[in-house]
């Protein structure tokens, strides 16, 4: 079972998941990162670009989903090097650090608010978000042009390309492209017809939308929400 809930770090979301049977599971890119705890050990989650797959047995996991953008910040490392990646925590960082943290989180009764509460005091430590990151994600979740949004900022292209890179994992056009995913799902999750769905959530029509689907989750949006368009 999922469950997820408002972190006390700023746009951040504490979540947990206990699958209720085998097989593999759909995490779907949302152009976040996040900070897990599975079976006693720190993980990174790097952005993803597509679907990406889990496997094994069912297990208990514990996250903190960043706001785009800032875990680069918090963690000391571009977003780019862990795209599409789960990576052990301590290859980001020294070992005896991460035993520290992991811990805290092993010994803590609520494993999701003790990896809360490492991530508020990672977040403490490390330098501030840079504000433009926001206004990015902002302009491009309104359906803004990447190059109006580029200028509207102030910022070249080629900049905001690079800084893009670094504090999303890849593009301001596949960023773009991720939050447009959101956009659709939310609507389509709450019963709009596909076809409204498309034009609402900016795409240029239904087969747009469902192309897009597909190639972002690896399946159908009918197949993704479980009914029929």
């Known amino acids: 079972m999922y469950a997820e809930r408002p972190a006390r770090l700023s746009g951040a979301v504490v979540w947990t998941n206990t699958p209720s049977g085998t097989g593999a599971g759909r995490v779907l890119p949302d152009g976040c990162m996040d900070l897990l705890w599975h079976?006693?050990?720190?993980?990174?989650?790097?952005?993803?670009?597509?679907?990406?797959?889990?496997?094994?047995?069912?297990?208990?996991?514990?996250?903190?989903?960043?706001?785009?953008?800032?875990?680069?910040?918090?963690?000391?490392?571009?977003?780019?090097?862990?795209?599409?990646?789960?990576?052990?925590?301590?290859?980001?960082?020294?070992a005896a650090r991460v035993r520290r943290l992991a811990a805290r989180v092993n010994a803590a009764a609520d494993r999701a608010s003790a990896l809360e509460e490492v991530a508020l005091d990672i977040a403490a430590g490390a330098?501030?978000?840079?504000?433009?990151?926001?206004?990015?994600?902002?302009?491009?979740?309104?359906?803004?042009?990447?190059?109006?949004?580029?200028?509207?900022?102030?910022?070249?292209?080629?900049?905001?390309?690079?800084?893009?890179?670094?504090?999303?994992?890849?593009?301001?056009?596949?960023?773009?492209?991720?939050?447009?995913?959101?956009?659709?799902?939310?609507?389509?999750?709450?019963?709009?017809p596909f076809a409204e769905t498309a034009t609402r959530a900016g795409y240029a029509d239904q087969a747009h939308l469902s192309r897009d689907v597909r190639d972002l989750t690896g399946l159908p949006l009918g197949g993704l929400l479980g009914r029929g368009g």
């Open 127 to 192: 330098p501030a978000p840079d504000p433009l990151l926001t206004r990015v994600v902002a302009a491009l979740d309104q359906g803004r042009p990447v190059a109006a949004t580029a200028d509207e900022l102030g910022i070249g292209a080629r900049q905001l390309h690079r800084r893009s890179l670094d504090a999303f994992g890849y593009g301001p056009k596949t960023l773009a492209r991720v939050l447009r995913l959101g956009r659709a799902l939310a609507l389509a999750r709450a019963g709009t």
């Open 39 to 94: 079976d006693g050990s720190l993980l990174v989650a790097g952005p993803d670009t597509r679907a990406y797959l889990t496997g094994g047995q069912p297990s208990h996991w514990a996250g903190v989903r960043f706001p785009p953008g800032s875990a680069p910040t918090y963690l000391g490392v571009p977003a780019h090097l862990l795209r599409d990646r789960r990576v052990a925590l301590t290859d980001l960082w020294p």
